[in-house]
């Protein structure tokens, strides 16, 4: 059985992984997966344009999913 983190070690982990994050990627967060993105070439996030409408994209490119995270609990709604 493995060992788990306590919550001290998770927050140092989390910590040492912000302060040391490549610019060319980022975190998205869709039906409970964690997603590692890739930044595009223009070194913004790969969204789907809204052709026009609304503000916001209408979602991610999937083509830039460099891995996805299943077994972290999040919850990507608005507080």
Do not use: C
Request: a negative charge.
């Amino acid at each position: 059985m493995t060992k788990k983190l306590t919550h001290k070690q998770v927050i140092i982990a989390l910590r040492r992984l912000e302060k040391d994050w490549p610019d060319d990627l980022w975190l998205f967060i869709e039906g409970g997966t964690v997603n590692l993105m890739s930044k595009n070439e223009d070194g913004d996030r790969a969204l789907y344009p809204t052709n026009g409408v609304g503000v916001y994209a209408e979602g991610v490119d999937p083509d830039y999913v460099l891995n996805s995270f299943d077994g972290i609990e999040v919850d990507s709604g608005e507080w």
